[in-house]
């Protein structure tokens, strides 16, 4: 016996210390009825919901409200500030949450209302800006900004909170098993698309608002009664969607004996030491792949924000203050975002077809980064086509473009939905493969791969603006910059990074983001 006990602590003493990306699930014994979690799965809609909407509608309306374009690139901090905080905080106390209610049950029903909350004060910060004392008749409405950027920045967070619960709540459901979880990982990302394609569609209705008569006041012209239409649809889905999925869907009361014991944290949080410190001991072809991947998103996220302000301002050569064409250009420009997920959904699915049809995972990335390059390149010849093309009505009035620069704009916001597919899955594949390879754990390598995503983001959040002022104003310079940084990153990708072995190749599988 005593040479036993003496053996099981060496064992335990031999045992890797656990961290956060290693707690266990609890185990389940029966396996998970496939229902459960597609209703899980299906909370993404409701969050991608209002994502979509936030990509086409939020940019423009940031500038009824007063906020200079300039300056509108700074609000867009949040989204990258918050994935890279909120996202792990979340998921490190979820992993030891010992509620009744459930490991990830609570933090998804939290998420859920704060969405709520946020979506209110966005959708009536013109309304409560005008009560507080906001000036009509002047351009910058100060109390209705503050109102909107609160609100804007707990929606956020709060969109943060959900993705990660949700995941991990699929996670636990299909324990181990590889078979359960790639379709379960399947079914999220197939309502990630429901959600686009539901946002962008709203988005690009222009009398929604009549369903909600209420929703157009004195201080709420058609532009925010339609966007406030469209918010009080999206929570009424993600809640309607939430209650359903946390009432059928249960959790075993979580306790510590479910896991390997951790040595204490002293009210430290781990995962940002080991997601830092991992940075300091990357193999070289992580370090590629980040690079590869920065680029990458330095080229996205300029026509990420501002590709419905892109289209209201240069392509229908309107004013977010004047008029109607640029209210008509941003509904236009909601339509070019659905085909632009319809696009990316059907090349998800074609994805390992086209990886064996053009020699290679990291050809393929190459090849496409080249087609984003291109298309941002297009932009601009579209614009300018757009300005020779201006025609005028017997009263002087601006009139929409011709059918043919809006069938060209249209083209390139399906186009780059090819792109944009490969951008949200050959990332995380290789990641996992590499990351593999090297004895690393892949929750940390995805971590890690995340910084080359959100820090990116930021950097374009904060210079955009500016930049495009020192040209004249508008979209067009930082679309040029971005294509500039995505030919790099297609160069990079096929020159520097290392092939995958065929063995690795099949190992892809695909995954959703954010934003």
Same mark, same amino acid.
């Given at each position: ?36 979690? +597609? @209703?899980?799965? $299906? ?8 994502? %979509? *909407?936030?990509?086409? =509608?939020? #940019? ?93 920045? +707990? @929606?956020?967070? $709060? ?8 995941? %991990? *709540?699929?996670?636990? =459901?299909? #324990? ?112 590629? =792949? ?226």
């Amino acid at each position: 016996m005593e040479n036993g006990t003496k053996q099981n602590k060496q064992q335990q003493q031999q045992q890797p210390p656990s961290t956060a990306m290693q707690i266990q699930a609890p185990p389940i014994t029966l396996p998970t009825p496939t229902w459960k979690l +597609i @209703l899980v799965a $299906a909370i993404a809609a409701g969050i991608q919901f209002g994502w %979509a *909407l936030q990509l086409s =509608l939020l #940019t423009p309306y940031v500038q009824l409200l007063g906020i200079p374009h300039k300056w509108a690139a700074y609000i867009w901090l949040c989204g990258p500030i918050s994935g890279m905080f909120v996202q792990p905080i979340v998921g490190y106390y979820s992993d030891r949450c010992q509620s009744s209610f459930g490991r990830r049950r609570p933090y998804i029903a939290s998420g859920a209302a704060c969405v709520t909350i946020s979506v209110i004060l966005i959708g009536f910060a013109a309304d409560i800006g005008y009560k507080a004392g906001d000036d009509m008749t002047k351009h910058l409405k100060p109390r209705a900004v503050s109102v909107f950027v609160i609100g804007f920045w +707990i @929606l956020d967070v $709060a969109n943060n909170m959900l993705q990660g619960p949700c995941r %991990a *709540l699929l996670a636990d =459901l299909c #324990t181990s098993d590889t078979r359960r979880m790639r379709s379960a990982n399947a079914f999220y990302s197939f309502f990630m698309a429901v959600g686009n394609i539901l946002g962008y569609a709203a988005g690009s209705y222009n009398d929604l608002y009549r369903l909600f008569p209420f929703s157009k006041t004195h201080a709420c012209d058609l532009y925010c009664a339609n966007l406030k239409s469209c918010f009080i649809i999206s929570i009424a889905l993600l809640i309607f969607i939430t209650v359903v999925a946390l009432t059928l869907v249960r959790e075993k009361q979580w306790t510590p004996e479910d896991s390997i014991q951790e040595p204490s944290s002293s009210g430290k949080i781990p995962v940002f030491g080991e997601l830092f410190g991992a940075l300091k001991d990357l193999p070289r072809p992580m370090l590629i =792949l980040l690079l590869v991947t920065c680029l990458n998103w330095i080229a996205w996220f300029p026509f990420i924000l501002f590709d419905t302000d892109w289209m209201g301002r240069e392509i229908y050569g309107g004013d977010a203050n004047k008029g109607k064409l640029y209210d008509q250009g941003v509904r236009v420009g909601s339509l070019g975002l659905l085909l632009n997920s319809v696009v990316l959904g059907l090349t998800s699915i074609a994805v390992e077809y086209l990886v064996r049809g053009v020699g290679g995972v990291k050809v393929l990335w190459g090849v496409v980064n080249f087609v984003l390059s291109i298309g941002l390149v297009m932009t601009v010849v579209v614009s300018k086509a757009a300005e020779h093309q201006r025609r005028y009505d017997s009263n002087g009035q601006l009139l929409p473009p011709s059918a043919g620069v809006k069938a060209g704009a249209l083209s390139l916001f399906s186009i780059l939905g090819i792109p944009l597919s490969i951008t949200y899955s050959i990332p995380f594949a290789l990641a996992s493969i590499y990351s593999s390879g090297s004895g690393a754990g892949q929750g940390l390598s995805l971590g890690v791969l995340n910084l080359a995503i959100v820090v990116p983001q930021m950097i374009v959040s904060v210079l955009a603006g500016p930049f495009d002022s020192l040209f004249g104003g508008g979209n067009l310079p930082a679309f040029i910059v971005g294509a500039v940084s995505a030919a790099a990153s297609g160069v990079l990708a096929i020159v520097m990074l290392p092939k995958p072995s065929k063995d690795d190749a099949t190992k892809l599988t695909l995954s959703g983001s954010c934003h």
